[in-house]
Nanobody, 132 residues
Framework: QVQLVESGGDLVQPGGSLRLSCTAS????????IGWFRQAPGKDREGVSC???????????YYADSVKGRFTISRDNAKNTVFLQMNSLEPEDTAVYYC??????????????????????WGQGTLVTVSS
């Protein structure tokens, strides 16, 4: 069964940090681009970050302007897991965070972001709340 499972969401104070995990089962995660998305209450879903199959695991990848310099995406192939390290969190980062994949090796990160409605597999989401 092809599946993505997110974890790591929590309540954190402004300025704090969290690390989200996205673990794949049923497929090899590093064969495909993996995107992180978020949806805040009353707002549209937005792309946050993405790592393609060709990106190294050192933080290179795509980042939305709102999170550049604060969030870092990485991948652990042995654990079949993508991480999203989130630092300097702000109340505006409060949202349900999802990871997703097109399960198509030809998709780049810009495509993952622009065509997110066509992504094949989504996780169930993990809630991040930034509040004092």
């Amino acid at each position: 069964q092809v599946q993505l499972v997110e974890s790591g969401g929590d309540l954190v104070q402004p300025g704090g940090s969290l690390r989200l995990s996205c673990t794949a089962s049923g497929f090899t995660l590093d064969h495909y681009a993996i995107g992180w998305f978020r949806q805040a209450p009353g707002k549209d879903r937005e792309g946050v970050s993405c790592i393609s199959s060709s990106d190294s695991s050192d933080g290179s990848g795509y980042y939305a302007d709102s999170v550049k310099g604060r969030f870092t995406i990485s991948r652990d192939n042995a654990k079949n897991t993508v991480f999203l390290q989130m630092n300097s969190l702000e109340p505006e980062d409060t949202a349900v965070y999802y990871c997703a994949s097109p399960l198509n090796p030809s998709w780049s990160c810009p495509e993952v972001d622009e065509r997110s409605m066509y992504l094949e597999v989504w996780g169930q989401g993990t809630l991040v709340t930034v509040s004092s």
